[in-house]
């Protein structure tokens, strides 16, 4: 088939891009060749960007994705470990033939100066000094006192999705994409020094207290969405919603992060 015909796909695609050059000019290729549809018609999502536009797809598609809508994400930034390869041939086959990842999102609820506020992560929950003084941190997870005193420059909570990004940069484990499991991992502790995190079941109800709050400010961030001067955070994983992203063949995310866990 010639880039300049168009094709009668029975899928309804909406293409959706980042803000940049080479993923509008991808999108206005892909959109001549297969159509381009509102989201709330179209049958599947393809996003053309990076890792933090697909968070933001997934944020901004929350009511559609909800019901089923699932997301097939094109590489058009760096990383692009939630992201298949950009190609513009083949795109009803691979669609046909994709994989699809269940994805549960965490919820942050916060306590700060300005209020309370809500936001879903899909990768992780982040705590971060503000200052240059590490963060004084109380561990909670349902409901029992797990840490009283952690000295470093933050913490965080992963899902399975999001173990390869940061948490596995702050040294974190790798969660097979199946596994009912969260890793709660510190960054750069400095007391207790030796403690490196724990596993946790995805049921846990994970609350941080911040200690010394006017003296050691800290921010939250729920993938992206930042509050800043937070004194409680509380976290769990959402059960009852669920974002489905697709893959191709032999490029399925839980195989992703089996090759992660190799990589050398």
């Not at 509102?38 to 990076?50: M, Q, R, S, T, Y």
């Not at 760096?78 to 992201?83: D, E, Q």
């Not at 937070?230 to 009852?240: A, C, F, H, P, W």
Request: net charge positive; charged share 25%.
């Amino acid at each position: 088939m010639s880039h300049e015909q168009k094709s009668q796909t029975a899928q309804k695609i909406a293409f959706i891009c980042m803000d940049k050059r080479d993923a509008k000019q991808a999108l206005a290729v892909l959109a001549k060749i297969y159509g381009n549809y509102d989201a709330a018609e179209a049958d599947v999502i393809v996003a053309l960007g990076g890792d933090g536009f697909m968070l933001e797809t997934l944020r901004k598609y929350m009511p559609l994705l909800k019901r089923g809508l699932p997301v097939f994400g094109m590489n058009q930034g760096t990383v692009g470990f939630l992201m298949n390869s950009y190609r513009v041939e083949g795109l009803e086959r691979r669609l046909e033939r994709a994989h699809a990842a269940q994805i549960r999102p965490l919820k942050m609820t916060v306590q700060a100066k300005g209020g309370q506020f809500e936001a879903l992560a899909v990768n992780e929950v982040s705590l971060f000094r503000q200052t240059r003084q590490a963060a004084h941190i109380k561990i909670v997870i349902d409901g029992e006192v797990r840490l009283e005193r952690l000295m470093a420059d933050g913490i965080l909570l992963a899902t399975p999705a999001g173990s390869t990004a940061y948490n596995l940069s702050a040294h974190g484990p790798v969660i097979p994409l199946g596994a009912d499991i969260l890793a709660l991992t510190p960054i750069s502790a400095f007391r207790p020094r030796r403690w490196r995190g724990a596993l946790l079941k995805n049921t846990a109800k994970v609350e941080f207290e911040i200690l010394d709050v006017g003296k050691r400010p800290v921010a939250a961030v729920a993938d992206s969405v930042e509050v800043r001067d937070v004194s409680r955070v509380k976290v769990e994983q959402v059960q009852g919603v669920t974002f489905t992203l697709l893959f191709d063949e032999g490029h399925a995310l839980d195989e992703k992060i089996l090759r992660e866990q190799f990589a050398t």
